[in-house]
């Protein structure tokens, strides 16, 4: 069974950093795309950012030039490292990957991270 857990969700102020990392195991063949997701309290769940396996790099209008994400293949992992932190970046933070069991993808979420920005 394949598990996606990501960590370093916390509280920071305003114009801090946080770096996420998300893992995944269990019976992996090959991981395609990984990419962060966000939801704050009364709106829908929304990309952040998204690296595919070979590197190719998509990020939301709002994040560009703060947010960096990267993974390590290796490791099955995937990082996103949040800079200049503003508090309407206040969301739980989901991972998702589309994972290769065999010869089928499929498609795992995290459990998710909160991250709280205070002004």
């Known amino acids: 069974q394949v598990q996606l857990v990501e960590s370093g969700g916390d509280l920071v102020q305003a114009g801090g950093s946080l770096r996420l990392s998300c893992a995944a195991s269990g019976n992996i063949f090959g991981i395609n795309a990984m990419g962060w997701y966000r939801q704050a309290p009364g709106k829908q769940r929304e990309l952040v950012a998204a690296?595919?396996?070979?590197?190719?790099?998509n990020y939301a209008a709002f994040v560009k030039g703060r947010f960096t994400i990267s993974r390590d293949n290796a490791k099955n992992t995937v990082y996103l490292q949040m800079n200049s932190l503003k508090p309407e970046d206040t969301a739980v933070y989901y991972c998702?990957?589309?994972?290769?069991?065999?010869?089928?993808?499929?498609?795992?979420w995290g459990q998710g991270t909160q991250v709280t920005v205070s002004s």
């Open positions: 690296i595919t396996s070979g590197g190719y790099l």
């Open positions: 998702n990957a589309g994972i290769v069991e065999g010869t089928v993808e499929h498609e795992y």
